[in-house]
């Protein structure tokens, strides 16, 4: 039987990761794309866990107190990287951002990411797409009524709508731009070589109208542009607030266990007046 998945007003998100050296060198990127044109991230930091909160505050209405609940994309001191990007939000259901939350704090390895969430599927949550990336191994989560994982060879993407799993027809909205995006992001990241090689796919443009690009001005928005990377042993996250392509990455270097130093300098740098003020309160303390 076939599931049919009507988009209406939502995120436009372009997902993937890539080992390029097998345990030395690898990297998870995202775009997050709202109706909004601005938004201003909130961030979980614990001695083990690292990530970017989610929310369901995409639409251009949405005003007031932004609820938030658990990662669009983060981090683990095991060096497992997840990110998320959304298909369906249903009533009733968790928000689908707790997976990844979730996936970071029961998981040590991509592939455990992948027995986990197949797991945890189960409970009911929203639609999405999951991509866990470790030193060696990439996966792709497809989550639906059931989970559909997919091991990458090296290199895996995901945009908004479901790849491989069997039996699914998507009516694509006009704004969601998913098929397109999926298309370009694929291809540009089985040829890349570098760091350099992936913020250029973040910077890819297409339609502004449609929300075609990976890099949307149109109708949908990139509000954040991140790429976490781990080398030689050594990880960062690069993050630009807004369009990639209007200005430069700002490099934060994540070192576990985050205690208080070390939190005080992601809090420091990271672009987001929220995190701002909550650096401002622990640099009180």
């Known amino acids: 039987?076939?599931?049919?998945?009507?988009?209406?007003?939502?995120?436009?998100?372009?997902?993937?990761?890539?080992v390029f050296d097998p345990g030395r060198w690898f990297v998870l990127f995202k775009n997050k794309?709202?109706?909004?044109?601005?938004f201003e991230d909130e961030l979980l930091?614990?001695?083990?866990?690292?990530?970017?909160?989610?929310t369901d505050a995409w639409a251009a209405t949405a005003a007031g107190d932004v609820s938030f609940?658990?990662?669009?994309?983060?981090?683990n001191s095991n060096s497992l990287f997840c990110a998320?990007?959304?298909?369906?939000?249903?009533a009733r259901k968790r928000n689908y951002d707790v997976l990844t939350e979730l996936t970071l704090r029961n998981s040590r390895t991509a592939d455990e990411a992948a027995r986990f969430l197949s797991r945890e599927i189960e409970r009911g949550?929203?639609?999405t797409n999951v991509v866990a990336a470790d030193p060696r191994s990439v996966y792709a989560l497809e989550l639906g009524r059931s989970a559909n994982a997919e091991a990458g060879k090296g290199f895996i993407t995901r945009t908004n709508?479901?790849?491989?799993?069997?039996?699914?027809?998507?009516?694509?909205?006009?704004?969601?731009?998913?098929?397109t995006r999926y298309s370009d992001s694929y291809s540009r990241l089985k040829d890349a070589r570098s760091l350099s090689d992936i913020f250029d796919l973040l910077r890819t443009h297409r339609s502004m109208k449609r929300g075609n690009s990976i890099c949307n001005h149109g109708t949908i928005h990139t509000v954040y542009s991140y790429v976490f990377e781990m080398k030689n042993g050594r990880t960062s996250l690069y993050v630009q607030q807004g369009n990639p392509c209007q200005g430069g990455y700002t490099r934060i270097d994540i070192a576990f266990p985050l205690r208080a130093r070390s939190a005080q300098h992601v809090l420091d740098r990271y672009p987001s007046r929220r995190m701002k003020r909550a650096a401002s309160v622990l640099a009180r303390r």
């Not at 930091?45 to 989610?54: L, M, Q, R, S, T």
């Not at 709508?161 to 098929?179: E, L, M, R």
Request: hydrophobic fraction near 35%; charged fraction near 25%.
């Open 84 to 90: 998320d990007a959304n298909i369906k939000t249903l």
């Open 125 to 127: 949550y929203g639609w």
């Open 161 to 179: 709508h479901f790849v491989s799993t069997p039996g699914s027809k998507i009516d694509y909205h006009q704004n969601a731009g998913t098929k």
């Open 69 to 75: 609940s658990g990662l669009s994309l983060g981090i």
């Open 33 to 38: 794309d709202f109706k909004r044109a601005k």
């Open 1 to 18: 039987m076939l599931t049919r998945v009507t988009f209406v007003d939502a995120p436009g998100c372009t997902i993937g990761a890539k």
């Open 45 to 54: 930091i614990e001695e083990d866990v690292f990530g970017i909160k989610g």
